[in-house]
């Protein structure tokens, strides 16, 4: 079955530093990879998806096959920023994603 | 546009008594419709998920009960609650196909 690890459940930076929220699955076919961020008081939505490969709020994924990871990175954490973060995969062929535990980000000023 | 709405957003029910939440979704027809649980530490677990009318597929064994008696209406449902059914619930949807899900808000289901 697949699944999808997360290993931080936090991660603390201060604002302008780079960030690196890690995500790894483990899946036998051509996976389809998401971030989803949740902000205070909002709800869960969509941040970005391996298949666009745009970079969203300064964002970027890439889907690195090789090593089964598609790690969030901004080379500047801002303030707003601070959020939980979860990754999720869709498979080749399914219906349903399978999300990670998610990691919160806290950007300190 | 497509909208999605779920309620109540706050429950307190005590143990043993029926649950049922309601999620409707607007603009779109034949969405795929999913029920999760979010806990913290744990993150989204899928509960149930409907790629059509009277189509459902549970995902883990629980107390809990799915239906979806009209195309754009998900419910989730148990006869009895238990304390360990309390908990954050989201309902969302997706387009047919490779498209990602958009959740709504939520429901906060404590039981006493």
């Known amino acids: 079955a697949q699944r999808v690890t997360q290993p931080e459940k936090l991660l603390s930076v201060f604002k302008g530093a780079p960030v690196e929220l890690k995500c790894n699955y483990s899946?036998?076919?051509?996976?389809?990879l998401f971030w989803y961020v949740q902000y205070s008081r909002q709800r869960l939505q969509l941040l970005l998806r391996h298949i666009s490969r745009e970079s969203i709020k300064g964002f970027t994924a890439d889907l690195n096959k090789g090593e089964t990871s598609f790690h969030l990175k901004k080379p500047f954490a801002q303030e707003e920023d601070s959020a939980m973060y979860y990754c999720a995969l869709r498979e080749s062929s399914g219906d349903k994603l399978t999300f990670g535990t998610g990691t919160r980000l806290a950007v300190r000023p | 546009s497509q909208t999605i709405h779920q309620w109540p957003a706050t429950l307190v029910q005590p143990v043993g008594s029926p649950l049922s939440l309601e999620c409707t979704v607007e603009g779109t027809s034949n969405p795929n419709l999913y029920w999760y649980r979010q806990a913290a530490g744990r993150g989204l677990q899928l509960l149930f998920y409907?790629?059509?009318?009277?189509?459902i597929s549970s995902e883990v064994p629980q107390n809990l009960s799915a239906s979806r008696p009209q195309d754009r209406q998900f419910i989730l449902s148990s006869k009895k609650l238990l304390l360990s059914d309390s908990g954050f619930y989201l309902c969302?949807?997706?387009?047919?196909?490779?498209?990602?899900?958009?959740f709504g808000n939520g429901t906060r289901l404590t039981v006493t």
């Open positions: 969302a949807w997706s387009a047919a196909g490779h498209s990602p899900l958009h």
């Open positions: 899946y036998s076919g051509s996976p389809e």
């Open positions: 409907s790629v059509g009318i009277g189509q």
